[in-house]
């Protein structure tokens, strides 16, 4: 999803044609490639188990857009304990799902553009429609992620945004 008609960069210089509005992970940080061959553990586009220990769903970090009718999101991946797992997969594809109360979680993508650290902020992931995306929130603390996800963005973060992702800082 991209809105206006893009922007100038002003890290590269260049104009992009699109300002996307959303970003995503394709997996948990935990997640290890080497993890495919075993049969204790699995990743979808929505769901992942690591070692038969960890469970995790995808879910949308959704932030408004200030003066905007406009959604900012991240895909990010929560934690969830074994019974929470177990019972979003028993109501996957079950209309009404949405009723459901949320489950606690953790959240296990690092988003780098934030300091402090993202991973393992506090979580309650709200189950919605089938088809849809669980919804994350966040506990409502300090972290900058947080706190937009309370009072929301403006378009220039957006552009910000945009750039952090595009041009990733190296502090090492």
Not at 42 to 68: N, T, W, Y
Not at 101 to 116: D, E, K, N, R, V
Not at 147 to 160: F, N, P, W, Y
Request: net charge negative; with cysteine; proline share 8%.
């Amino acid at each position: 999803m991209a809105t206006d008609l893009g922007y100038t960069c002003s890290c590269c210089g260049e104009f992009h044609a699109d300002l996307p509005t959303s970003y995503s992970t394709m997996a948990p940080d935990v997640w290890d490639p080497a993890f495919e061959n075993t049969p204790d553990s699995m990743l979808s586009s929505d769901q992942c188990v690591i070692k038969a220990q960890h469970f995790l769903v995808k879910g949308m970090i959704e932030i408004p857009v200030v003066d905007r009718d406009e959604v900012f999101s991240w895909g990010v991946w929560v934690s969830l304990s074994r019974d929470n797992f177990a019972r979003s997969l028993e109501l996957w594809e079950t209309p009404g799902r949405e009723s459901e109360p949320p489950y606690f979680g953790w959240l296990t993508t690092a988003l780098s553009i934030y300091p402090p650290s993202t991973l393992n902020l506090k979580t309650n992931v709200h189950t919605r429609k089938v088809g849809q995306r669980p919804l994350v929130e966040l506990e409502p603390t300090d972290h900058p992620l947080a706190v937009e996800q309370r009072t929301g963005i403006t378009m220039d973060r957006v552009r910000e945004i945009a750039e952090g992702v595009l041009h990733p800082r190296n502090d090492t």
